[in-house]
């Protein structure tokens, strides 16, 4: 079954440690993105990766990092959690950026006190 | 600005109503994505169109490109379709519009 699959679906944590969210696609996508949905504004673009080891900002990178060292695999970082990262991701893939249809994985509630 | 303005916002219909939700674009478009989101919070991909008009069971999208302008319509709405509806315009994806269904 293709599908995007994000770990962990939820997770509280403290401020100043560190964490990362995974994300892994099946369907050989080149372009993974993530995103971040606030309440009223809707989701925004943190980082996205046009392919293994491209990589680039999207509207609100600050504080944190992602890689792509292999195609399946996009994790996102934070180094330094602060509470305003208190928030919904969610990942996403498609064939390639721009106009192709995205498949997006269920979503990772973080919550960062 | 690459922005999306979606119409109504909010949207409470009866169930079996037809319902129409409008998308409209600051910038040029080529094609566009049609997303729904469930309380629940997974998203979920309609349709993706760059022309004309595409057809899912009672889901209908159409485009048009000149006019920078996109149309989601329910016909015999059902309160499962009580969910966020999103045009993305490539990655903006603004807040959708809320839609619920009473029985």
């Known amino acids: 079954e293709a599908q995007v699959t994000q770990n962990p679906r939820y997770l509280i944590t403290v401020t100043g440690k560190k964490l990362t969210v995974t994300c892994s696609q099946n369907?050989?996508?080149?372009?993974m993105s993530w995103y971040r949905q606030d309440p009223g504004l809707g989701l925004r673009q943190i980082y996205y990766?046009?392919?293994?080891?491209?990589?680039d900002k999207g509207d609100v990178p600050e504080g944190y990092k992602v890689s792509r060292k292999e195609k399946r695999n996009f994790p996102l970082i934070l180094e330094s959690p602060s509470p305003n990262q208190t928030s919904l991701y969610f990942c996403?893939?498609?064939?390639?950026?721009?106009?192709?249809?995205?498949?997006f994985g269920d979503g990772t509630r973080l919550s960062i006190l | 600005k690459n922005e999306v303005e979606q119409s109504p916002q909010n949207l409470t219909a009866q169930e079996g109503e037809f319902i129409t939700i409008n998308c409209s674009y600051s910038?040029?478009?080529?094609?566009l994505h049609w997303l729904q989101q469930h309380p629940g919070g997974g998203i979920v991909s309609l349709f993706m169109?760059?022309?004309g008009k595409k057809k899912h069971g009672r889901l209908i999208a159409t485009i048009n490109i000149q006019e920078k302008h996109s149309s989601l319509h329910i016909t015999a709405s059902h309160p499962r379709d009580s969910a966020v509806y999103i045009c993305?315009?490539?990655?903006?994806f603004g807040t959708g519009t809320s839609l619920t269904v009473i029985p």
């Open positions: 369907m050989n996508h080149e372009y």
């Open positions: 990766s046009m392919n293994v080891e491209v990589t």
């Open positions: 993305p315009n490539q990655f903006y």
């Open positions: 996403a893939s498609s064939w390639t950026g721009g106009n192709q249809p995205q498949h």
């Open positions: 910038v040029g478009i080529s094609a």
């Open positions: 169109l760059s022309s």
